[in-house]
């Protein structure tokens, strides 16, 4: 019997343990995005757990652990530089603005006789690098090997690679089959809510694909440790014992497990917190792949494979072709000094390279936008306050907005607005039938209310209504007989020989005539929309039953002050117009996973026309406005319309017109006719629009590419993203933006508490910054951060995407909407401009009290730009 | 009744037709020589005029195909039956159809591929492979027909690597060698033919008596096991999950055109069939196990495309199956409805997501627990319907009873299993109850009336091409329907739950097909060997 102070002893080294185990892993998930499944992808910084370190820190440090590749982008550079997206001058400035440490560039190597500093060296270097195609140098090759291409140093390797690479293609299988949200028919067989561990266990045992002795080894393994009976973290602090693993690895090895698999670690990581009653997601996927570890250790399964050939690390030797130019005394003094080479390699890294490169491009293609925004702002200050508008739009902050609401306003008098897309509604929504809830707010928050939409008996035509949402039900209902149908042993046979034809002529359909048939659905839709209505019945989350018709409403009392706590936020300019739209926007595409992206990302990435009609509905009760009446001065003739804004045919349909009284019918009939004349308008740029970077057969008519199923890129979507404004719009009125900024309307006159901005600063604009960082960083490394082409993409399991025959789960954005046909990068890669119209204090408050702005503003992921309206004005 | 069949004799006209022969040559000509000119100016054009001559070209052979089957269907003349092409039903028929599955694929391909970087390469290619099938469906010599085999697939091979990531060149080895194994048990097989028949024309094999010896037996046997391998039979179908690797629209036309070419094979030479029944048996059963395997596999595949391609396994099983039993027009039949269906999901197969939200809806809904007794009545309900109506209709078109007398058990038993499978699906969603006897009537209505269609067509139709009939006398298809009966009926049991399982065998059996898909050689790498440096430096 041991005593009592052993055992005491003994409890706090496993707790001790145990809690080593547990903050490893969630350091080591912490650098790891999280990947959401498809049907709602947003947009998030790949390198979000490296916010807390600067720009290039993070670059460095995220490479041996993400196993990233971004030096490989400098060759996209160099092809952005032949086509002068930036100069050499940039690059200059790059190199002495760059955050290098004091006196680093003043070191120097000795060659010969002569000295250069290592400022020269980066010069040259990167001179010959942009400027020069140099061929392979077989001699300078054969001299770097030996010296420079050393493995790097692995404090621990627990399994060889084709070992690890057998694990990974294991685990692809098990999760794939695990979390399938409804591809197969014939699901893995296992009860609900079983772990990812338990449904192993019960099954491994009948894998024809690990071997006899794996499983006898497996099964040896879990009954001497004693898996099965003990709680996750428990069962990780025994395997990782039984590997003897010392506890200053943990971390290590925990990252090895995860580097592997990155987008299935995202999701993973998000299911964590989605579905959390199938048990701790993560901590089963390395319980299973540290098991198979054991395993494989003991029975030496697979040793002696060949693994995957690797290339030759030829870093250092192209490196110093650039700076030697094929100089000899280079070679000489790199052959017998070759300590100060290391030196300079070591401390100007080829990511510092990149970052350099990076603030070239920005230097080139932010300075003038700076200068023209200076410019724009001191004149916009001498112009006077206009008349009052017609209506008043707001619409997302999303840079597809902004060619719009320029054109708009020039088409009519319409003042336009930029708010965050799912204006300030924090909500789940159902749509009509639909059983599902989706977010339909930013992944910062969640949401607080759950919305249902049905068709009330006080809304114009009931009947057609029901009629219609019931005939797209059925539609629904009998797409999924037919699919239920084909996917059924025996039935499959007669099914192809009784319906084969039909999808022939579907094809048909879709290839010569989808356009006609896509834009005769929507004309039958829009026709039927003006006259039918539906109602949003809605409720605070933790009320929220799934099971129950919800018929219970929020109070007016209560829709009052969510809504008093929105419309200032929008800075809407009082009196009201009499009709004041709401826009939310969504694309349209054809036979894409990746529709999702293209969406309102402020809404989950979600269309934003159901926000708009939730919030427009609520302004429009008469109860609420009475309500309103102390606080906000809403006149009786003014309406909300929602609207929403198809970002791939530039359309805007009207969502509630039914609300608007005959009597304003045709004043609103203008306004209408000046939208679709913007629309026009828009289309028409659209196509016209010459670009240096295009090639010719890249150019595609945007309104048909909503409705071609063979269209993989049927919009740019956010792609030459660049900057974002804050600020009131008459600033940026006169400034053709071309649709590469996000606009976020500010009045700071009207923000004494500041409270406006630090809303502003806080959540829109980070979710601006990181859907920069996704797309720069997707540009930069398609391999790692990107999902590669999209003509190879094979959708998993409903939620992701294989590349080719089966790999990681592809997260990030697809080569398609980030490159032209020719290869060139149609996105540059930049980071976030941010230009604030606010006093300087001001903004430097908001930054000192938000950790999250403070992280991005002083750690360089994020270019801030204050424009002072005390200083100048 | 003893082992009869009826063949019906072909009557050798010695009077060429002119036109037909000429749109047929015109047709196979565009192709070769837009592939021609696709190889000299794929590197040196924009991409839009690639596009622009493969589409011209694709235009200009589809309507010469048209107008090649429409002179055919007008004269009805079989050409000679010494020339080198053959010109039956058969051709008039699947001609048109290769032509159009290869516009609209190439059609989808110019705007889906357009980031790729050998686009003009992409559609040589594909032209490449069209005229090679062309070809091998229209040759009637011994030589024609082995050269266009190997082209059309050596030219996949190099479609299923067109990206040329490891991981693509890796599947394409294995893709080529069980196409090359394929390659010498058919040349072997032909060679065998064409020495017991004395002569290389396929049209004279049917008029020809052959030396009755083994090695035509054994000249049979490896033509067949050659076909097999290139029509995914089971154990030939490893090579075609691995096949993922290459662009969608690849796939598309491999398992709507490609697959097909061993029933093609077996169509053009069925007379050499027929004279070893136990040859056709032999496909009975292989078919028949690949049609259970395919079908079964392709329910626990997790994504798309995985999905398609076992369901592909299964119904190349299907219409080998059909081949076996002597229904070669039902066969081709399907093998064209087949393709339709097929390439449109592939080229649709990104549409899952957009579909997603309805499975959900659905799922959520439904009430897992059924009734036996209400799934009983619902199912004779729809079954007692499509034969009703299927009767009726069926009578406009040829007397059912004719059809029914030619119609084999096996098939009969197949057809009614869809039926009764297609009501026992629909059932498990709760609140379509109704739904499910109307869609399970309609669905076994139009089922019978397609087989009454293609019956009635190949009566009228069909009489220049051989069309022979297996009846049900034979014991073997006899006995083998029975157990397709028994082992569908079990089936049935578990489904409704009548029957359970024990659940090691269900695990046992959910691994074996789940990992039936998995068919490496060494572990691969997954990273995609994409870089900016491999970009820019070709």
């Given at each position: 019997?041991?005593?009592?102070?052993?055992k005491?002893?003994?409890f706090v080294t496993?707790?001790?343990?145990?809690d080593s185990?547990?903050?490893?892993?969630?350091?080591v998930?912490?650098?790891?995005?999280?990947?959401?499944?498809?049907h709602?992808?947003n947009?998030c910084?790949p390198?979000?757990?490296?916010?807390?370190?600067?720009?290039?820190?993070?670059?460095?440090?995220?490479?041996?652990?993400?196993?990233h590749?971004l030096?490989?982008?400098?060759?996209?550079?160099?092809?952005l530089?032949r086509r002068?997206?930036?100069?050499?001058?940039?690059?200059v400035e790059a190199?002495?603005q760059?955050p290098f440490?004091n006196?680093?560039?003043?070191?120097?190597?000795?060659?010969?006789t002569?000295?250069?500093t290592?400022q020269?060296a980066?010069?040259?270097?990167?001179k010959?690098?942009?400027?020069e195609?140099?061929?392979e140098?077989?001699?300078?090759?054969g001299v770097?090997?030996?010296?420079?291409?050393?493995?790097?140093?692995?404090p621990l390797?627990?399994?060889?690679?084709?070992?690890?690479c057998?694990v990974?293609?294991q685990l692809?299988?098990?999760l794939?089959t695990?979390?399938?949200?409804?591809?197969a028919?014939?699901?893995?067989p296992?009860s609900?809510?079983?772990s990812?561990y338990?449904?192993?266990q019960?099954?491994i045992q009948?894998?024809?694909?690990a071997?006899?002795e794996?499983?006898i080894f497996?099964?040896?393994t879990?009954?001497t440790l004693g898996?099965?009976?003990?709680?996750?973290?428990?069962?990780l602090e025994?395997?990782?014992q039984a590997l003897?693993?010392?506890?200053?690895?943990?971390?290590w090895?925990?990252?090895e497990?995860c580097?592997s698999?990155?987008?299935w670690v995202?999701?993973?990581?998000?299911?964590q917190e989605a579905?959390p009653e199938y048990g701790?997601?993560?901590y089963?996927?390395?319980?299973?792949r540290?098991l198979?570890?054991?395993?494989i250790?003991?029975?030496?399964?697979?040793?002696?494979a060949n693994?995957?050939?690797t290339?030759?690390n030829k870093t250092?030797?192209q490196?110093?072709q650039?700076?030697?130019?094929?100089?000899p005394?280079f070679v000489?003094?790199?052959?017998?000094?070759?300590?100060?080479?290391?030196g300079y390699?070591?401390?100007v890294?080829?990511?510092d390279?990149v970052?350099?490169?990076i603030r070239?491009?920005e230097v080139?293609?932010?300075?003038?936008?700076l200068?023209?925004?200076?410019n724009a702002?001191?004149s916009?200050?001498s112009?006077e306050a206009?008349l009052?508008?017609k209506a008043?739009?707001?619409f997302?902050i999303?840079?597809?907005?902004e060619p719009?609401?320029r054109?708009?306003?020039?088409v009519?008098?319409?003042?336009t607005y930029?708010?965050?897309g799912?204006?300030?509604?924090?909500?789940?929504g159902k749509?009509?039938g639909?059983l599902e809830?989706?977010?339909?707010?930013?992944?910062?928050l969640s949401?607080?209310?759950?919305?249902?939409?049905?068709?009330a008996?006080?809304m114009?035509s009931p009947?057609?209504?029901?009629?219609v949402?019931k005939?797209?039900?059925?539609?629904?209902?009998?797409?999924?007989?037919f699919?239920k149908?084909r996917?059924?042993l025996?039935?499959?046979?007669g099914?192809?020989?009784a319906l084969?034809?039909?999808?022939?002529?579907t094809?048909?359909?879709d290839?010569?005539?989808g356009?006609?048939?896509g834009?005769?659905y929507?004309a039958?839709k829009a026709a039927l929309q003006s006259?039918?209505?539906?109602?949003?019945?809605?409720?605070?989350?933790?009320?929220?039953s799934s099971?129950v018709q919800?018929?219970i409403?929020l109070?007016?009392?209560?829709?009052?002050?969510l809504?008093?706590?929105?419309?200032p936020l929008?800075?809407?300019?009082f009196?009201?117009?009499?009709?004041?739209i709401?826009?939310g926007?969504a694309?349209q595409?054809?036979?894409?996973?990746?529709?999702?992206?293209?969406d309102c990302g402020?809404?989950?990435a979600?269309?934003g026309g159901y926000?708009a009609?939730v919030?427009c509905q609520?302004?429009?009760?008469?109860d609420?406005?009475s309500?309103l009446?102390e606080?906000?001065e809403?006149?009786d003739?003014t309406?909300?319309?929602a609207a929403?804004?198809?970002?791939?045919?530039q359309?805007v349909i009207?969502?509630n017109e039914?609300?608007?009284?005959?009597?304003?019918?045709s004043?609103?009939?203008?306004?209408k006719e000046?939208?679709?004349e913007a629309?026009r308008?828009?289309?028409h740029?659209l196509i016209?629009?010459?670009?240096?970077?295009?090639?010719?057969?890249?150019h595609?008519?945007?309104?048909?590419s909503?409705?071609?199923?063979?269209?993989?890129?049927p919009?740019?979507?956010l792609?030459?993203?660049?900057a974002?404004?804050?600020?009131?719009r008459?600033?940026?009125?006169t400034?053709n933006?071309?649709?590469r900024?996000?606009?976020?309307s500010?009045?700071?006159t009207?923000d004494?508490d500041?409270?406006?901005?630090?809303l502003i600063m806080?959540?829109?604009?980070v979710v601006g910054?990181w859907i920069?960082?996704?797309?720069l960083?997707s540009?930069l490394?398609q391999?790692?951060?990107?999902?590669g082409?999209?003509?190879?993409?094979?959708?998993v399991?409903?939620?992701g995407v294989?590349q080719?025959?089966?790999s990681?789960?592809q997260?990030?954005l697809p080569y398609e909407?980030?490159?032209?046909?020719?290869?060139?990068?149609?996105?540059?890669?930049q980071?976030?401009l941010?230009?604030i119209?606010?006093?300087?204090?001001r903004?430097?408050?908001?930054?000192?009290?938000?950790?999250?702005v403070k992280?991005?503003?002083?750690?360089?992921?994020?270019?801030?730009h204050?424009?002072d309206?005390?200083a100048?004005? | 009744m003893?082992?009869?069949?009826?063949?019906?004799k072909?009557?050798?006209?010695m009077e060429?037709?002119?036109m037909?022969?000429?749109?047929?040559?015109l047709?196979?000509?565009?192709m070769?020589l837009s592939?021609l000119g696709?190889?000299i100016i794929k590197?040196?054009?924009?991409k839009?005029l690639c596009?622009t001559?493969s589409?011209?070209?694709s235009?200009i052979?589809?309507l010469?195909g048209?107008?090649?089957?429409?002179?055919?269907?007008?004269?009805t003349?079989?050409?000679s039956?010494?020339s080198y092409?053959q010109?039956?039903?058969?051709q008039?028929?699947?001609v048109?159809?290769i032509?159009?599955?290869?516009?609209?694929?190439k059609?989808f391909?110019?705007?889906?591929?357009?980031?790729?970087s050998?686009?003009?390469?992409?559609f040589l290619?594909?032209?490449l492979?069209?005229?090679?099938?062309?070809l091998?469906?229209?040759a009637?010599?011994?030589?024609l027909?082995s050269?266009?085999?190997i082209?059309?697939g050596?030219v996949?091979v190099?479609?299923?690597?067109?990206?040329?990531i490891?991981?693509?060149?890796?599947s394409?080895k294995m893709?080529?060698?069980?196409?090359?194994l394929?390659?010498?048990?058919l040349l072997?097989?032909l060679a065998?033919?064409?020495?017991?028949?004395?002569t290389p024309?396929?049209?004279?094999?049917?008029?020809n008596?052959p030396?009755e010896?083994?090695?035509l037996?054994?000249s049979?046997?490896?033509?067949v096991i050659?076909?097999?391998?290139k029509?995914a039979?089971l154990p030939?179908?490893?090579?075609?999950?691995?096949t993922?690797t290459?662009?969608t629209p690849?796939?598309?036309i491999?398992?709507?055109g490609?697959?097909?070419?061993?029933a093609?094979l077996?169509?053009?030479?069925?007379t050499?069939l027929?004279t070893?029944?136990?040859v056709m048996n032999?496909?009975?059963i292989?078919?028949?196990?690949?049609?259970?395997f395919?079908s079964?596999?392709?329910?626990?595949?997790n994504?798309?495309?995985?999905y398609l391609?076992?369901?592909?396994?299964?119904?190349?099983?299907f219409?080998?199956l059909?081949?076996?039993?002597g229904?070669?027009?039902?066969?081709i039949?399907?093998?064209i409805?087949?393709?339709l269906f097929?390439?449109?999901f592939f080229?649709?197969?990104?549409?899952?997501?957009?579909h997603?939200?309805y499975?959900?809806?659905?799922t959520l809904?439904?009430?897992?627990?059924?009734?036996?007794v209400?799934y009983?009545?619902s199912?004779?309900?729809?079954?007692?319907a499509?034969t009703?109506i299927a009767?009726?209709?069926?009578?406009?078109?040829?007397?059912?009873?004719h059809?029914?007398?030619?119609?084999n058990?096996?098939?009969?038993?197949?057809?009614?299993?869809?039926?009764?499978?297609?009501?026992?699906?629909?059932?498990?969603?709760k609140g379509?109850?109704l739904f499910?006897?109307?869609?399970?009537?309609l669905?076994?209505?139009?089922?019978?009336?397609g087989?009454?269609?293609?019956?009635?067509?190949a009566e009228?139709?069909?009489?220049a091409?051989?069309?022979?009939?297996l009846f049900?006398n034979?014991l073997?298809?006899?006995?083998?329907?029975i157990?397709?009966?028994?082992?569908?009926g079990f089936?049935f049991?578990?489904m409704?739950g009548?029957?359970p399982v024990p659940?090691a065998i269900?695990?046992?059996?959910?691994?074996?097909f789940?990992?039936?898909?998995?068919?490496h050689v060494t572990p691969?790498?997954?990273m995609t060997?994409?870089?900016?440096?491999q970009?820019?430096?070709t």
């Amino acid at each position: 019997m041991p005593s009592t102070a052993t055992k005491q002893v003994d409890f706090v080294t496993q707790d001790s343990n145990m809690d080593s185990i547990k903050n490893s892993i969630d350091k080591v998930l912490n650098i790891y995005g999280k990947v959401w499944p498809l049907h709602t992808v947003n947009a998030c910084n790949p390198l979000v757990g490296f916010e807390d370190r600067s720009f290039v820190e993070a670059l460095k440090q995220s490479k041996p652990l993400l196993r990233h590749h971004l030096e490989d982008s400098l060759f996209l550079f160099k092809d952005l530089y032949r086509r002068q997206q930036f100069s050499w001058n940039n690059v200059v400035e790059a190199i002495d603005q760059y955050p290098f440490k004091n006196g680093v560039l003043d070191q120097s190597l000795s060659i010969a006789t002569k000295t250069f500093t290592y400022q020269a060296a980066l010069s040259q270097e990167l001179k010959t690098f942009l400027t020069e195609e140099m061929s392979e140098n077989i001699i300078l090759e054969g001299v770097f090997k030996q010296t420079f291409d050393k493995e790097a140093i692995i404090p621990l390797k627990l399994l060889s690679t084709s070992q690890s690479c057998w694990v990974d293609e294991q685990l692809v299988k098990w999760l794939a089959t695990y979390w399938d949200n409804g591809q197969a028919v014939w699901k893995m067989p296992r009860s609900s809510n079983t772990s990812f561990y338990d449904a192993w266990q019960n099954i491994i045992q009948y894998d024809s694909q690990a071997p006899k002795e794996l499983q006898i080894f497996l099964k040896k393994t879990t009954i001497t440790l004693g898996l099965n009976l003990l709680q996750p973290l428990n069962r990780l602090e025994k395997l990782l014992q039984a590997l003897s693993v010392p506890h200053n690895n943990y971390e290590w090895i925990i990252n090895e497990e995860c580097q592997s698999l990155p987008g299935w670690v995202g999701y993973l990581k998000y299911q964590q917190e989605a579905s959390p009653e199938y048990g701790n997601a993560i901590y089963d996927y390395l319980t299973v792949r540290l098991l198979y570890t054991v395993a494989i250790k003991q029975s030496g399964f697979y040793q002696n494979a060949n693994p995957p050939s690797t290339e030759i690390n030829k870093t250092f030797t192209q490196r110093l072709q650039w700076i030697s130019q094929g100089n000899p005394d280079f070679v000489y003094s790199f052959q017998h000094s070759p300590q100060q080479w290391q030196g300079y390699f070591n401390t100007v890294t080829l990511l510092d390279c990149v970052a350099i490169l990076i603030r070239a491009l920005e230097v080139h293609q932010q300075t003038p936008l700076l200068q023209a925004l200076t410019n724009a702002y001191t004149s916009s200050l001498s112009v006077e306050a206009s008349l009052l508008p017609k209506a008043q739009a707001v619409f997302c902050i999303d840079v597809r907005s902004e060619p719009y609401r320029r054109i708009l306003e020039s088409v009519a008098a319409i003042e336009t607005y930029g708010f965050a897309g799912f204006f300030g509604l924090a909500i789940e929504g159902k749509h009509y039938g639909d059983l599902e809830s989706l977010p339909l707010c930013p992944i910062l928050l969640s949401p607080s209310y759950s919305v249902q939409e049905s068709v009330a008996s006080n809304m114009p035509s009931p009947l057609l209504s029901r009629a219609v949402r019931k005939a797209s039900l059925y539609r629904q209902q009998w797409i999924y007989a037919f699919k239920k149908i084909r996917r059924d042993l025996f039935a499959t046979f007669g099914y192809v020989e009784a319906l084969g034809v039909i999808h022939g002529l579907t094809m048909v359909r879709d290839s010569f005539v989808g356009s006609w048939f896509g834009k005769a659905y929507e004309a039958i839709k829009a026709a039927l929309q003006s006259k039918m209505g539906t109602t949003y019945t809605t409720q605070p989350c933790n009320q929220h039953s799934s099971d129950v018709q919800l018929s219970i409403d929020l109070t007016s009392e209560e829709k009052a002050g969510l809504v008093a706590s929105i419309i200032p936020l929008m800075g809407l300019r009082f009196p009201l117009a009499p009709f004041v739209i709401i826009t939310g926007h969504a694309a349209q595409t054809k036979n894409n996973p990746y529709k999702s992206s293209l969406d309102c990302g402020a809404c989950g990435a979600n269309g934003g026309g159901y926000n708009a009609s939730v919030l427009c509905q609520w302004l429009n009760e008469a109860d609420v406005r009475s309500k309103l009446k102390e606080s906000l001065e809403i006149p009786d003739r003014t309406y909300f319309i929602a609207a929403e804004h198809n970002t791939t045919t530039q359309d805007v349909i009207f969502l509630n017109e039914s609300v608007i009284r005959p009597q304003d019918h045709s004043v609103w009939q203008s306004i209408k006719e000046s939208f679709q004349e913007a629309s026009r308008l828009y289309q028409h740029q659209l196509i016209s629009k010459p670009n240096v970077l295009h090639h010719q057969s890249h150019h595609h008519g945007g309104n048909m590419s909503a409705y071609d199923w063979s269209q993989t890129r049927p919009e740019w979507g956010l792609s030459q993203n660049q900057a974002f404004i804050i600020g009131q719009r008459d600033w940026t009125k006169t400034l053709n933006l071309e649709g590469r900024c996000f606009l976020h309307s500010y009045d700071w006159t009207k923000d004494e508490d500041e409270s406006i901005l630090s809303l502003i600063m806080s959540a829109p604009m980070v979710v601006g910054a990181w859907i920069n960082l996704q797309y720069l960083f997707s540009t930069l490394d398609q391999q790692r951060f990107g999902s590669g082409k999209k003509y190879t993409h094979n959708v998993v399991s409903l939620l992701g995407v294989y590349q080719g025959n089966r790999s990681d789960l592809q997260v990030g954005l697809p080569y398609e909407s980030l490159f032209s046909n020719d290869g060139t990068p149609y996105h540059l890669p930049q980071r976030l401009l941010v230009c604030i119209e606010a006093p300087k204090e001001r903004v430097q408050r908001i930054i000192d009290k938000t950790p999250s702005v403070k992280r991005l503003v002083e750690n360089g992921w994020i270019n801030l730009h204050v424009l002072d309206p005390m200083a100048i004005g | 009744m003893a082992d009869t069949y009826i063949v019906d004799k072909i009557e050798c006209s010695m009077e060429p037709v002119f036109m037909t022969d000429l749109f047929l040559l015109l047709a196979m000509t565009t192709m070769l020589l837009s592939a021609l000119g696709l190889l000299i100016i794929k590197g040196r054009c924009s991409k839009g005029l690639c596009r622009t001559w493969s589409e011209a070209s694709s235009w200009i052979a589809f309507l010469l195909g048209i107008a090649f089957s429409f002179s055919y269907f007008l004269k009805t003349h079989p050409s000679s039956s010494a020339s080198y092409l053959q010109i039956t039903t058969l051709q008039a028929v699947l001609v048109p159809y290769i032509l159009f599955m290869g516009v609209l694929v190439k059609r989808f391909s110019y705007n889906y591929l357009q980031t790729d970087s050998h686009y003009g390469e992409f559609f040589l290619k594909i032209k490449l492979l069209m005229a090679g099938l062309l070809l091998f469906v229209t040759a009637n010599h011994v030589a024609l027909l082995s050269v266009s085999w190997i082209l059309s697939g050596w030219v996949l091979v190099l479609l299923i690597r067109h990206t040329q990531i490891s991981s693509a060149i890796q599947s394409s080895k294995m893709a080529l060698n069980t196409f090359l194994l394929g390659d010498l048990l058919l040349l072997s097989g032909l060679a065998g033919l064409t020495y017991s028949y004395h002569t290389p024309y396929l049209s004279l094999w049917i008029s020809n008596s052959p030396v009755e010896s083994p090695m035509l037996i054994a000249s049979i046997i490896a033509l067949v096991i050659g076909v097999m391998t290139k029509t995914a039979i089971l154990p030939f179908h490893r090579w075609l999950p691995n096949t993922l690797t290459a662009p969608t629209p690849v796939s598309a036309i491999m398992h709507a055109g490609f697959v097909n070419a061993g029933a093609i094979l077996f169509a053009k030479i069925s007379t050499v069939l027929i004279t070893q029944p136990w040859v056709m048996n032999g496909l009975v059963i292989l078919g028949l196990i690949s049609a259970v395997f395919g079908s079964a596999a392709m329910l626990v595949q997790n994504d798309v495309k995985r999905y398609l391609t076992f369901s592909t396994i299964g119904q190349m099983g299907f219409m080998i199956l059909e081949c076996g039993l002597g229904a070669f027009h039902l066969a081709i039949g399907h093998l064209i409805v087949h393709g339709l269906f097929k390439a449109r999901f592939f080229l649709a197969s990104g549409s899952v997501i957009e579909h997603r939200r309805y499975i959900r809806n659905v799922t959520l809904a439904q009430n897992e627990t059924c009734n036996a007794v209400s799934y009983r009545w619902s199912l004779l309900a729809g079954v007692i319907a499509s034969t009703g109506i299927a009767f009726s209709l069926g009578q406009c078109f040829l007397p059912l009873s004719h059809s029914l007398e030619h119609l084999n058990p096996l098939l009969g038993v197949m057809l009614v299993l869809s039926v009764v499978f297609s009501g026992l699906t629909l059932q498990k969603s709760k609140g379509v109850s109704l739904f499910s006897i109307v869609l399970s009537g309609l669905f076994g209505f139009a089922l019978l009336s397609g087989y009454t269609l293609y019956e009635g067509f190949a009566e009228h139709y069909l009489q220049a091409w051989n069309r022979m009939y297996l009846f049900n006398n034979s014991l073997f298809t006899t006995g083998v329907a029975i157990i397709v009966s028994v082992f569908s009926g079990f089936i049935f049991l578990v489904m409704v739950g009548l029957l359970p399982v024990p659940q090691a065998i269900v695990q046992r059996l959910y691994l074996f097909f789940l990992n039936a898909s998995d068919d490496h050689v060494t572990p691969t790498n997954f990273m995609t060997t994409f870089s900016h440096r491999q970009a820019i430096q070709t």
